[in-house]
């Protein structure tokens, strides 16, 4: 007759789900060496976004400078050269207004616009001007610092009924800059942005570079002007 199979002894029983365990690679296990590793390699990647970041930054610099340098070698007069910047600037940067505003006899007159940022905003600028004691505004803060300034955001200015303006159509923050002639502001290049990101440090030293080209070409278009006229009487 068959001969029963005997019972499976404890050692040779299936684990139980107390008993079993995970193994565990050795491989799996982070080393110093590996960490260390890692790390570099992380290091490497952000070096590696910088430094596109930089090339990025450095190329569209170098597109706008020549985009300026056109548009101010083509213009015939002061605000056609004005127009160029601020058009050049905008495409560049991706702001959605900008403004000159122009020296005459002491006072910055608003001489021309480029973008829109919300009919309110163009309704107070209608006509608008800073006399030479003006404090208030983006406008008359470049004039008084000689120096790009940024307020951001801008519906911390409460002293200018045109940054409300810009505000309520969606703008962010305002970004204004001098033009400096012989140690003499001549104008006043005026943005307002509704981008939620700031500008970054190489935008800004970009806009103070091509403001010290604007003004010195501008200047000079004021000087042919004035040549042209006196030669007329």
């Given at each position: 007759?068959?001969?029963p199979?005997?019972?499976p ?5 299936a ?6 365990r ?6 799996d296990?982070p080393?110093p060496a ?14 590696d976004v ?11 610099h170098?597109a ?8 101010l070698l ?5 605000v056609d ?13 991706g ?6 505003w122009?020296d005459?006899?002491?006072?910055l007159r608003?001489?021309v616009?480029s973008?829109?940022?919300g009919?309110?905003l163009r ?8 006399d030479a004691?003006?404090?208030d ?7 008084l ?6 307020v951001?955001p801008?519906?911390a ?24 002639v012989?140690?003499d502001v001549i104008?006043?290049f005026?943005f ?6 700031p ?12 403001a010290r080209?604007?003004?010195?070409a501008?200047a000079?278009?004021h000087e ?6 006196a030669?007329?009487?």
């Open positions: 007759s068959a001969t199979a005997a019972a002894t404890a050692a040779a029983a684990p139980t789900s107390r008993t079993r995970a193994a565990i690679d050795p491989l296990v080393t590996s960490a260390a590793a890692s790390r570099r390699a992380t290091g490497r990647r952000s070096d910088a430094r596109e970041t930089a090339l990025a930054e450095a190329q569209r170098a706008t400078l020549a985009e300026v340098s056109a548009a083509a213009a015939a007069t002061p050269a004005a127009l160029g910047v601020l058009a050049a600037v905008r495409g560049a940067f702001w959605a207004h900008g403004a000159y122009a005459d006899a002491g006072a608003l001489t616009e973008g829109t940022i009919d309110a309704d107070v600028l209608q006509g608008a001007d800073h004691g003006a404090t505004g983006t406008v008359a803060r470049a004039r610092a000689r120096d790009l300034i940024v951001d801008l519906a200015l409460t002293d200018c009924p045109r940054a409300a303006a810009a505000v309520q159509g969606g703008a962010v923050r305002g970004i204004a800059v001098p033009l400096v012989r140690g104008g006043v005026d307002a942005s509704a981008d939620a990101a500008p970054t440090d190489a935008q800004l030293e970009s806009l103070r570079q091509l080209l604007a003004a010195t501008i000079r278009l042919l002007a004035a040549e042209r006229e030669a007329l009487d």
